[in-house]
């Protein structure tokens, strides 16, 4: 699984990316999460408002920042 936390380095964004590495140890996932902080690379995704979740180069979340067990849920696939 391929993840990506698109944010240029607000809270929010910064939020995102530690409950995102997070949930991915809790659910022992087999994932690479990394942080996409260029505002050229972030407008390739269709992003205009941060944050946002990419996982497996679909957009999971944009411009909003989910509670901690949503996120567990989305990246588990519920």
């Known amino acids: 699984m391929d993840i990506k936390v698109l944010g240029t380095g607000c809270p929010k964004c910064k939020t995102l990316e530690k409950i995102t590495r997070d949930a991915v140890e809790e659910l022992e996932l087999d994932a690479t999460v990394s942080k996409v902080d260029d505002i050229m690379d972030i ?36």
Request: proline residues 6%; glycine residues 8%; positive net charge.
């Open 43 to 78: 407008m390739q995704y269709n992003v205009a408002k941060t944050p946002a979740l990419v996982v497996d180069g679909k957009v999971l979340i944009k411009g909003s920042l989910p509670s901690y067990e949503a996120l567990k849920k989305m990246l588990a696939g519920e």
